[in-house]
């Protein structure tokens, strides 16, 4: 069974009272619920959430399916975004995307088999003066090169 | 020589005027304390006076904005719009990132004029640093006593507070926004009633970009008129391009709008050795797009680029050289629409599914002729028929590339490959 932390709860509590409206607390602690459960929602998470909110189980699952930066399944502890929107296909993002794929031996989407690694194609995200680039969990990594990414991942790797 | 015109700008490489001590140094807070003291119709009237016209992307007079909200004493709320996702732009980062206290102290100011007690910065839940710069500043404006009760003994009280989205695009859009902060999916809402008369809880809502709200504080510092001797006659000011594509020195440049295009280009580093221009997209993906011919006539203001059929939009400049090709362009921009499109409206729902489907199949070398022209129909079956504008963003551009760019369609469709060399299939 999936339950926050204390601190987790506690954080819940304080959003509920942060807003005008309790419901503005759900995406906050649907964020919170991500980073306990190992980078994912999972819809134990919802109904556990549901019933520390007090709040109707089908509100906040229409929140957590509608944003694509919960993520709906297990994602690698560096959960990797590659833009390959405009400016940064136009830069060479797709083949970045490809080659790291590659190089983890892993489809769009999925998570590498020791777990570390999840590389995704993403939509913009408002860093194109500096294509080709990608966010590896919170962080932005910039004017890359193949090579130059898979330097920094393998370093980013090492950090776990 | 081409040089900006730094107003906004003008501290950007100061890494001092991030934090509260080095912004006041730099004169920050001072336009505030002034304010504070001014007639609240007064700061107002001087926003409408300046010509200051919303920078997210709608162009829509701001002071004008202002002036829906109903003359009563119901609470009414500002609403920053940081959810910066019009693929193409990144100046509202640049300016979280390095000036949170200019877009703070601008929507102080813009707050007071309102009457508003309490205001959020929506910011797009990927831009962790800017979310941090901005809770940051704001705990720095309430130690020193710019936020919270009774600021600078002026009598008037103001909270604030960062909210973080959680990715989708839809959002940018001001009534997605404030479902999106009532804790909901962000799906718009049907217009009228207006944010300004019903917004976020069904109250009065003024939702600003960004950079319109750092902007109120210029226009109060140095006054209507000394804004207005920037840009032109309609479309006053300056304003934030972010320039990226195939320029040699992508980034974010500030200029007084109605600057050439061309010229632009050229305070960008121009095109890369031996590469010809072949197209702009002007304002975001959302503006249709220009050929060189278009280019070369283009002025960067409202005016000048709806007489060319396309839009300044959130001034996102993405520049397009002939190592491209308009099909996979014009495939990557349905593909964001399709994915991007709330589900709300059939006519947006279905067309940018059918949109994505069919420029696809084409960049496959799958298409067929008929192909070309279903697709400005399927676009044309989109537009002004669904509550938000997004539906139209998505039929704009893809009619735009078909009728500049049909010959790289036609080719696509007979040769199964893409005219240019090195593109999809080449």
Redesign the interface.
């Known amino acids: 069974m999936f339950e926050l932390s204390e601190e987790g709860k506690q954080f819940v509590k304080k959003e509920l009272e942060?807003?005008?409206?309790?419901?503005?607390?759900?995406?906050?602690s649907?964020?919170r619920v991500q980073k306990e459960n190992g980078g994912w929602v999972s819809d134990e998470c919802v109904a556990y959430l549901s019933q520390l909110m007090d709040l109707p189980e089908a509100?906040i699952y229409?929140?957590f399916k509608?944003?694509?930066?919960?993520n709906q399944k297990p994602v690698g502890q560096l959960h990797v975004q590659v833009c390959?929107?405009?400016?940064c296909?136009?830069n060479g993002g797709r083949e970045l995307a490809d080659h790291i794929c590659k190089a983890y031996n892993v489809k769009s989407g999925e998570v590498s088999s020791d777990g570390k690694v999840t590389v995704s194609r993403v939509?913009?995200?408002?860093?194109?003066?500096?294509?080709p680039m990608m966010?590896v969990n919170?962080?932005?990594l910039e004017n890359l090169t193949p090579e130059s990414a898979l330097e920094q991942l393998k370093s980013l790797e090492s950090e776990l | 020589m081409i040089t900006e015109t730094k107003l906004l700008s003008e501290h950007y490489d100061n890494p001092e005027f991030k934090g509260i001590e080095g912004y006041k140094k730099l004169g920050g807070y001072k336009v505030l304390g002034d304010a504070l003291k001014m007639d609240k119709q007064k700061i107002i009237d001087e926003v409408k006076a300046s010509g200051l016209r919303g920078r997210g992307g709608a162009g829509f007079p701001t002071g004008v904005k202002w002036g829906f909200l109903p003359k009563n004493d119901e609470t009414r709320y500002l609403l920053c719009n940081a959810d910066e996702g019009e693929p193409g732009t990144f100046k509202d980062r640049k300016m979280m990132e390095r000036a949170p206290h200019q877009l703070i102290e601008g929507m102080i100011i813009s707050a007071f004029a309102i009457n508003s007690p309490k205001s959020y910065i929506y910011i797009r839940g990927e831009y962790d640093s800017c979310i941090e710069a901005c809770e940051k500043a704001i705990e720095e404006a309430y130690k020193a006593g710019y936020l919270g009760k009774n600021i600078l003994g002026s009598g008037f009280d103001h909270d604030m507070d960062v909210y973080r989205g959680a990715g989708a695009y839809i959002c940018g859009e001001e009534t997605g926004m404030i479902s999106s902060l009532e804790g909901k999916k962000g799906q718009p809402k049907l217009k009228p009633p207006f944010p300004a008369v019903q917004g976020y809880l069904g109250k009065p809502t003024i939702v600003n970009n960004v950079e319109t709200l750092a902007a109120v504080k210029y226009i109060i510092r140095d006054g209507a008129d000394a804004y207005r001797k920037h840009g032109t006659e309609k479309s006053a000011g300056t304003k934030l391009f972010s320039v990226s594509g195939n320029v040699q020195d992508p980034k974010t440049v500030e200029v007084p709008l109605g600057m050439p295009l061309m010229d632009l280009i050229e305070l960008c580093g121009g095109l890369k050795p031996g590469r010809k221009l072949k197209a702009v997209i002007p304002g975001g993906s959302s503006a249709p797009v220009l050929n060189v011919e278009d280019c070369a006539k283009a002025k960067m203001d409202y005016e000048s680029l709806a007489e060319l059929g396309s839009m300044l939009g959130s001034g996102a400049v993405i520049i397009i050289d002939d190592s491209n090709c308009m099909v996979d362009i014009l495939a990557t921009i349905m593909h964001f629409y399709h994915h991007e499109s709330c589900g709300q409206c059939t006519p947006c729902r279905e067309g940018t599914g059918w949109l994505n489907k069919i420029v696809h199949s084409i960049a496959k070398g799958d298409g067929r002729l008929q192909d070309i022209d279903l697709i400005t129909k399927v676009a044309e079956h989109m537009m002004g028929r669904t509550i938000c504008a997004l539906s139209d963003a998505a039929a704009l551009p893809a009619t735009s590339f078909v009728s500049k760019f049909r010959d790289e369609f036609e080719f696509f469709v007979r040769e199964g490959r893409s005219k240019v060399k090195g593109g999809l299939n080449a």
């Open positions: 942060r807003y005008e409206d309790r419901y503005s607390a759900i995406i906050p649907l964020y509100d229409e929140v509608f944003y694509t930066m919960f390959t929107n405009i400016s296909s136009m939509e913009c995200l408002g860093s194109c003066d500096t294509a966010q919170d962080r932005y």
